[in-house]
């Protein structure tokens, strides 16, 4: 495990984004969170991160133009996409376009962190 990897968890739904960071707080991670795309844009600019859970469905900006964004900061940071809606050729398409992983909520846990695990090994 990257014990104190910096994990920033993008999603509109608040108690989402404390449960994981709860879980992943207890894994040792260091973790931000943030309700929207702009808001996941601006920190990025502003701070590392080794990985990005990021919400796909989101009021402004959804995760995918999010990402297109986040790339254009840092080609090189893990994006991992999770949402609760099937939106295959947009999912296909963002991984064609260099996101690393997406999932489908609800992720199971110990998915979710073999996952990080080896977003960060592949950064």
Sequence with gaps: MAT?????????DRDI?????????????????????????D???RQPFDVVLLDIKMPGIDGFETHRRIRQITAE??????????VG??????????????MKKPVPIARLLET???????S
Excluded at 4 to 12: C, E, I, P
Excluded at 89 to 102: K, P
Aim: net charge negative; proline share 1%; aromatic share 6%.
């Design 4 to 12: 104190g990897a910096r994990v920033l968890v993008v999603d509109d």
């Design 17 to 41: 984004c404390e449960t994981l960071r709860d879980i992943l707080e207890i894994e040792r991670y260091k973790v931000t969170t943030v309700g929207d795309g702009y808001g996941a844009i």
């Design 43 to 45: 920190l990025v600019a």
């Design 77 to 86: 940071l893990p994006v991992i996409l999770v949402s609760a809606f099937a």
């Design 89 to 102: 050729e947009a999912i296909q398409a963002a991984l064609n376009d260099g996101v690393f992983a997406a």
């Design 116 to 122: 990080i695990e080896a977003a960060l090994k592949a």
